[in-house]
């Protein structure tokens, strides 16, 4: 089940964050996506949209 999907502009491609089962739940299983339209996908341990904190806007 998609909790929270979105587009990433750092890395240009698509993203989401789901609750499945826990075989599935580890890095590099393929997955398939199905909604209105059916589409691939592989899953990914978090975080994996940000690894080296770049979007970071906070000046410590």
Request: proline share 7%; glycine share 6%; with cysteine.
């Amino acid at each position: 089940m998609i909790t929270c999907a979105m587009y990433s502009r750092l890395s240009g491609k698509s993203m989401a964050i789901a609750r499945m089962d826990v075989p599935y739940a580890e890095q590099g299983v393929p997955l398939q996506v199905k909604g209105s339209l059916a589409v691939n996908a592989i899953a990914h341990t978090l975080p994996f949209d940000d690894p080296e904190k770049k979007k970071r806007t906070a000046k410590g």
